[in-house]
């Protein structure tokens, strides 16, 4: 396995006092009785390392030594070459930096580096030396991880083919309408397979569509949808049952939107789904919201908030009474700041009540009550009743009207703590939301201590973000100061493994934190715009959304795409 000739290798272990005379002269034998390589023999006959040859050889060849097992690697540069070339040769092209492939080899005699750059013709090339054991290692394990995908989706393919027989035989063995599928084990089985995939990846919804040639099955990870399965029409019947049996929910009814939830084990723990069906023109859509109480975030020191924008909220979840809210638009984790929150506050000698809209989380030591708005259990209507159960703080899922508005302020003015959402795009202009719903400037001044605005963005994966190169005038116009632009490093997505070769991992929130100081609250009571509002919370510490952001591209933690998605110029 030893890769050049025993003259220059093994004259230069010598010199280098790694080997002796006498030991090349007995490694050179067992090189013509085995026909292998100097530094094979060497190896074999215990005469040095695999560590020691392949530093000697990338000093000997001025290529850098990596492990190959470490680096990151981009899928679309390693396809660059066929398998079983790269298996043949020990040769693995991992990286791109520029118009520059990166190349990991073992053996860097001039034959293989030039069959290498005949292979990728049109790149140039940075050759790098890669240890024998770890590139076996590396692609044996890449052996594996592709039989074990293969395998995955033949079973999966064969689980879709024995629903599809099993709903063709059912057909023709039975006279049924539309109104009454069979739902046989082939389709138990799909429908749990597709919830346990979408769990492994980590989803936060899965989507059942029917469309006019069969059925899209999508998961929404880190709040991108990403298309993963294209069933065929002949289930689509029967797939959408099974759902509203686990759920359930009336299978005699499509023509309503119905809600419901599911309960699963997943390996040792309890899932829970919100199930949710709507009639579309060729069949029923099934929502399932993915509710893993295990994997959610409550500690707030971990959701993104900045030092200063957790000491204004922290210091505001001390007051006795008054109000707080969350803004932002669906999906951006106002629920989760709200129960991290709670959390927080949750004690033996306090009261808590929450009115949800769904309870998406239960939480012993605080009693939530689920909207039903069928009943008149509204939100304003269980508020009324909350003034009533002697509580110290008050949770209302979303402030959506004047009188839900008017009843929690009155809360917040006589002695609690209320906590809500609102759909506004940043925290000052929720004082012009709360006016147009009809509260008096007064009454906001009054009750409430501190607005948050949030937005989520991606986290970029750690195993493989690159570094990327923008221009300065590109920084300075995103808002970053000229200091900050000196010393910025700034990463993008690769895609890998690990992150399902999105590039991103996980996600973590955006925050602009505005307490309501004394001079905020004559603003308020002149009738200042939002942005007069804006201008003078800045000056008292606040962050704004995109500062925060900056603060997150900064760390390294998201990229310069994401935090333009999730928020707007200053």
């Known amino acids: 396995m030893g890769v050049v000739g025993a003259t220059s290798l093994g004259q230069y272990l010598v010199k280098k006092g790694d080997i002796t005379e006498e030991q090349l002269l007995q490694a050179v034998k067992l090189q013509k009785i085995e026909g292998i390589k100097i530094g094979s023999a060497l190896m074999r006959l215990g005469y040095i390392d695999e560590d020691k040859l392949f530093k000697a050889l990338s000093e000997m060849y001025g290529y850098p030594l990596i492990n190959i097992l470490k680096v990151e690697k981009d899928p679309q540069v390693v396809k660059l070459i066929p398998k079983e070339i790269m298996k043949k040769y020990k040769v693995v092209p991992f990286g791109k930096e520029g118009s520059n492939i990166k190349v990991a ?71 049924k309408d539309e109104e009454t599928v069979k739902v046989d084990a082939p389709i138990i089985k799909l429908a749990n397979q597709i919830i346990n995939d979408a769990i492994k990846t980590k989803a936060s919804d899965i989507h059942i569509e029917p469309h006019e040639k069969g ?86 020191t971990k959701l ?66 689920q909207v039903k708005e069928e009943i008149g259990l509204t939100f304003a209507s269980a508020l009324r009743a909350f003034l009533r159960q002697d509580p110290d703080i008050i949770m209302v899922g979303e402030i959506r009207d004047f009188e839900t508005a008017e009843i929690a302020v009155k809360a917040a003015l006589t002695g609690h703590l209320v906590l809500s959402t609102l759909h506004t795009n940043d925290a000052p202009s929720t004082i012009t939301r709360l006016i147009n719903m009809g509260i008096e400037p007064f009454l906001i001044s009054s009750s409430v201590l501190l607005i948050v605005a949030q937005r989520l963005v991606r986290k970029l994966c750690p195993h493989c973000k690159r570094e990327e190169t923008v221009s300065k005038e590109t920084l300075l116009k995103l808002g970053f100061s000229e200091k900050e632009v000196e ?12 992150c399902n070769f999105t590039g991103y991992k996980g996600r973590i929130a955006l925050y602009e934190v505005m307490p309501i100081t004394d001079e905020i609250r004559e603003l308020i009571l002149t009738g200042a715009t939002s942005l007069e509002i804006k201008k003078v919370a800045i000056k008292q510490g606040m962050l704004t959304l995109r500062k925060s952001g900056l603060n997150k591209i900064i760390q390294g933690i998201t990229s310069i795409k994401e935090v333009l998605r999730a928020s707007v110029e200053d």
């Open 105 to 175: 080899i073992c053996d860097p005699s001039n034959t293989i580096v030039d069959y290498v750059k005949f292979l990728l013709t049109g790149f140039n090339l940075q050759i790098y030396l890669a240890k024998y054991s770890e590139m076996l290692q590396y692609l044996n394990e890449s052996d594996k991880k592709e039989d074990s995908e293969e395998k995955k989706i033949e079973q999966f393919d064969e689980l879709v083919e024995s629903a599809v027989v099993d709903m063709a035989v059912v057909e023709e063995t039975e006279s």
């Open 215 to 300: 059925v899209s099955v999508r998961y929404r990870i880190d709040g991108v949808l990403h298309n993963v399965k294209n069933l065929p029409i002949q289930i689509k019947s029967a797939l959408t049952t099974r759902f509203k049996i686990m759920a359930h929910l009336d299978i005699s009814e499509r023509r309503l939107p119905q809600d419901g939830r599911i309960r699963m084990k997943y390996g040792d723990k309890e899932v829970d789904f919100r199930v949710s069906s709507l009639p579309i023109i060729h069949g029923e859509k099934i929502v399932l919201r993915i509710l893993e109480k295990s994997s959610l975030q409550l500690d707030l």
């Open 304 to 369: 993104g908030f900045e030092e200063i924008s957790l000491k204004f909220f922290l210091e505001a979840l001390e007051k006795p009474y008054g109000m707080i809210l969350v803004t932002g638009p669906t999906g951006s984790g106002k629920t989760t700041t709200l129960y991290s929150a709670l959390m927080k506050l949750n004690k033996p000698e306090v009261n808590i009540m929450t009115v949800e809209d769904p309870v998406e989380y239960s939480f012993r030591g605080i009693n939530q009550v």
């Open 487 to 498: 010393n910025i490093k700034v990463y993008g997505p690769t895609g890998c493994s690990e």
